[in-house]
């Protein structure tokens, strides 16, 4: 009878076991894909407020998001109201992102709509930017990490740039060139 209770307590901790592992890696997988959207976001933000400011002053497509999209794909790993802003923004950011496209493929007489389409986009913009600041405080409840500040050093026009030391080894470092053998 005691090896029954035994073997019972064993089969309850070893699923108590499993389904806490199960929580700890979702835990895992929800705080690295917040930290990494909060990364993406940071940019998203510096570029919506560049088209708020100048309009769109690229030629490609600045507003892509592919973690947002693995965020959306995997959006059963956060609370509702977190899913809920990730799906706004998105919409929102898309919205935007539609109306620079069709600004830039304007041609011919479309030309000349330009300075009314202008207010339209720039206003798909400032929604898309005001979006952002709900989804990050959620993001950090959700256990994402603020990305650091960027350290980047300013330019100075009067020196010229040198290219940082490399951290990666140059692809052909230290090898011979293969002779070729001589066909007789």
């Known amino acids: 009878m005691g090896e029954l209770i035994v073997g019972g307590l064993l089969v309850v901790l070893g699923f108590v076991a499993g389904r806490i592992e199960a929580w700890m890696e979702r835990r895992r997988a929800r705080k690295t894909i917040a930290t990494a959207l909060l990364m993406e976001l940071r940019w998203l933000e510096g570029m919506l407020s560049q088209v708020m400011e100048h309009g769109p002053t690229m030629s490609y497509d600045a507003l892509e998001h592919?973690?947002?999209?693995?965020?959306?794909?995997?959006?059963?790993?956060?609370?509702?109201?977190?899913?809920?802003?990730?799906?706004?923004?998105?919409?929102?950011?898309?919205?935007?992102?539609?109306?620079?496209?069709?600004?830039?493929?304007?041609?011919?007489?479309?030309?000349?709509?330009?300075?009314?389409?202008?207010?339209?986009?720039?206003?798909?913009?400032?929604?898309?930017?005001?979006?952002?600041?709900?989804?990050?405080?959620?993001?950090?409840?959700?256990?994402?990490?603020?990305?650091?500040?960027?350290?980047?050093?300013?330019?100075?026009?009067?020196?010229?740039?040198?290219?940082p030391p490399r951290s990666f080894p140059k692809h052909r470092s230290g090898r011979q060139a293969i002779q070729p053998e001589e066909q007789s």
């Open 66 to 163: 592919p973690t947002l999209f693995h965020a959306l794909d995997n959006m059963s790993l956060f609370e509702p109201d977190t899913a809920q802003r990730l799906n706004h923004f998105h919409n929102l950011l898309r919205n935007c992102r539609d109306a620079l496209n069709d600004y830039r493929s304007a041609t011919g007489a479309q030309r000349e709509e330009r300075a009314k389409r202008r207010s339209f986009y720039q206003n798909r913009a400032w929604y898309a930017a005001n979006a952002i600041a709900g989804l990050v405080e959620r993001l950090k409840v959700e256990g994402g990490e603020m990305p650091p500040p960027f350290n980047d050093p300013a330019l100075d026009p009067t020196v010229p740039l040198v290219p």
